[in-house]
């Protein structure tokens, strides 16, 4: 196939254009050349896709089977992208998110639930941050009506993660001792790797597949004492890992998902948090590979050095619990214990 790639030099990107390259697909990447290099054997088009001159240069002439969309936030400038490739491309696919249904996390959704009111034209003051996903999904399937694959993804993790929740509990266990763990380790919780998705994705464009996918781990196919003992294995170090109650940490000031990433506190507003269901895409070919080979894969890389390492950030907030207030909290969990 010959596809375009808006984006494709970070993190999930990156795993498409890695994997497109290896199935011997013609890839071109259009971004503004600061996240990352292009792959080596990729074309790079350099322009910003807030430019419609630019988008207008890039399609001059040119068309592709397929464009994956990957760096989409906000529905204006969606839809100026699918203005401008209207004609050029065969299928637009589109990766969202789960942030697109208005059930989520309170109910366990599947591709049927209905989405966050926001319109194909909207910005980002006329709606809450986590409905834009769902216009710009509209804006895609008003541009290719019947000619849209939209990629709804869970939590994803694997090798060359820039938002550092999985990197960020590997380089904690790896430092050794003892280190808080939220709730109980046998929490169930739904995660998929990058390379899944990119597998995936390939997959239905090169069968010509269009509609929606929820795509995320199996469910009850992992839990967060698994993951954490994976991350025990791949770093290899002396390390204690200690379960501490849910309501003890945020009493404590400890903020779940940002300060500790990948902790859902249980409770009725979460109760679909790590219970969407993929069992669409499981039947149209989705695979996912076990969450230990996804914890030493993304360890490799974070010590090889074959990914960047930026700052951890969730938009605008730091990832992970600083050091002082870990240890302040653990002693404060010994003192509990000792005096219980």
Same mark, same amino acid.
């Given at each position: 196939?010959?596809?375009?790639?808006?984006?494709?030099?970070?993190?999930?990107?990156?795993?498409?254009?890695?994997? *497109? =390259?290896?199935?011997?697909? @013609?890839v071109t990447l259009f971004n503004r050349g600061q996240a990352g290099p292009t792959p080596s054997g990729a074309e790079a088009v350099q322009g910003d896709r807030e430019d419609e001159a630019a988008l207008r240069a890039l399609a001059r002439g040119r068309t592709w089977d397929c464009v994956i969309d990957t760096c989409g936030f906000e529905p204006r400038t969606v839809r100026?992208?699918?203005? *401008? =490739?209207?004609?050029?491309? @065969?299928?637009?696919?589109?990766?969202?998110?789960?942030?697109?249904?208005?059930d989520w996390p309170a109910r366990a959704v599947d591709e049927s639930f209905p989405r966050h009111a926001c319109a194909s034209d909207a910005s980002p003051d006329d709606v809450p941050y986590n409905a834009l996903k769902a216009g710009c999904e509209r804006a895609v399937e008003e541009g290719f009506p019947g000619r849209a694959l939209i990629v709804n993804p869970g939590i994803i993790v694997g090798p060359g993660e820039n938002v550092g929740r999985l990197p960020w509990w590997l380089e904690t266990i790896?430092?050794?001792g003892r280190v808080l763990a939220p709730g109980s380790p046998d929490r169930a919780i739904q995660l998929i790797d990058a390379r899944d998705i990119a597998d995936f994705t390939l997959d239905r464009l090169a069968e010509g597949g269009t509609g929606r996918y929820l795509t995320t781990g199996v469910r009850e196919s992992a839990t967060m004492g698994e993951l954490l003992r994976a991350c025990v294995d791949a770093t290899g170090p002396e390390t204690e890992l200690v379960w501490a109650d849910e309501r003890f940490l945020q009493d404590h000031g400890v903020a779940p998902w940002t300060e500790v990433p990948l902790w859902v506190p249980e409770g009725p507003e979460a109760v679909g948090a790590w219970a969407a269901s993929?069992?669409?895409?499981?039947?149209?070919?989705?695979?996912?590979?076990?969450?230990?080979?996804?914890?030493?894969?993304t360890w490799r890389a974070l010590g090889d050095g074959g990914h960047p390492r930026p700052k951890y950030l969730q938009g605008k907030t730091p990832v992970g619990l600083d050091?002082?207030?870990?240890?302040?909290?653990?002693?404060a969990w010994d003192d509990r214990g000792s005096r219980a």
């Open positions: 196939m010959k596809i375009l790639l808006i984006g494709g030099t970070v993190f999930l990107g990156r795993a498409l254009v890695d994997e *497109a =390259l290896r199935r011997g697909h @013609e100026r992208s699918v203005r *401008a =490739l209207a004609g050029h491309v @065969e299928t637009y696919a589109f990766v969202s998110s789960f942030h697109a249904y208005a790896a430092r050794g993929s069992a669409k895409a499981l039947a149209a070919g989705l695979r996912c590979r076990p969450i230990a080979e996804t914890v030493a894969d050091t002082d207030k870990h240890d302040a909290v653990l002693a």
